[in-house]
């Protein structure tokens, strides 16, 4: 079975541009959840997928978006970037079934983005 | 009230010693307690689970540790390996339709021969 797919992996955008990230859950997955991992910050959540439909959603501000398609393929943009925004960016998807470990989250290797 | 709160933030242990790393949490809600096990360039990759009703699960080498009138939780790393040299976050979400993974600051773990 295929893992979590995360593309690109590396990315240097300048200030002020934006950019979007693409996540390929596991097949059969339906819940993706997207994650700004820092040195400063550590792992911080920024939304989660479910059928389409934004779940839940992290403390970032609304230059963070993203959507989720039909075949639970998912995409995080981000807008008017800043230096800060530099960070690994990292996509988990799980099953999301009620009654099952349906929490367990398997994540992909994580985009690198660089502002500059 | 969503925080987890994880030390010590960097471990040494010799090779065949045991590792140790404590969580605490604060959010009653929280049902779900992974680790993760994290290498340089790599995503974080799931470890070993444990939910509230149980006070201790062991795969392989690995165990957690879970007091739930204390609220906090362990992984214990037996006869440590130089390979297991890694950051290891522990993290805690809530039940089905709020999974959003709450993450401790991580350990830096260093087996030495």
């Known amino acids: 079975k295929a893992g979590v797919t995360q593309t690109p992996r590396y990315l240097i955008k300048t200030r002020g541009q934006q950019v979007t990230l693409s996540c390929s859950p596991i097949?059969?997955?339906?819940?993706v959840s997207w994650y700004q991992q820092t040195p400063g910050q550590g792992l911080q959540f920024l939304f989660e997928?479910?059928?389409?439909?934004?779940?839940n959603k992290g403390n970032f501000p609304g230059r963070f978006s993203g959507r989720q398609f039909s075949n639970s393929r998912s995409e995080m943009n981000v807008s008017t970037l800043e230096l800060g925004d530099s960070a690994l960016y990292l996509c988990?998807?799980?099953?999301?079934?009620?009654?099952?470990?349906?929490?367990?989250?398997?994540f992909g290797q994580g985009t690198r983005l660089t502002v500059v | 009230q969503q925080q987890v709160k994880q030390s010590p933030q960097s471990l040494i242990v010799q090779k065949g010693g045991i590792s140790i790393i404590n969580c605490a949490y604060e959010?009653?809600?929280?049902?779900?307690f992974p680790w993760y096990q994290q290498f340089p360039g790599k995503g974080p990759a799931l470890l070993i689970a444990?939910?509230?009703?149980?006070s201790e699960k062991k795969e392989g080498r690995f165990t957690i540790s879970f007091n739930k009138s204390a609220k906090q939780f362990s992984l214990h790393i037996m006869d440590s390996q130089p390979g297991d040299s890694a950051t290891y976050f522990c993290?805690?979400?809530?039940?089905?339709?709020?999974?959003?993974?709450?993450f401790g600051t991580g350990t830096r773990l260093t087996i030495i021969p």
């Open positions: 993290a805690a979400s809530g039940a089905f339709g709020n999974e959003k993974l709450t």
């Open positions: 997928y479910f059928s389409e439909t934004q779940r």
């Open positions: 097949s059969g997955h339906r819940s």
């Open positions: 444990i939910r509230p009703d149980v």
């Open positions: 959010n009653t809600a929280f049902d779900y």
């Open positions: 988990a998807s799980s099953l999301a079934r009620q009654g099952t470990m349906n929490t367990e989250a398997f």
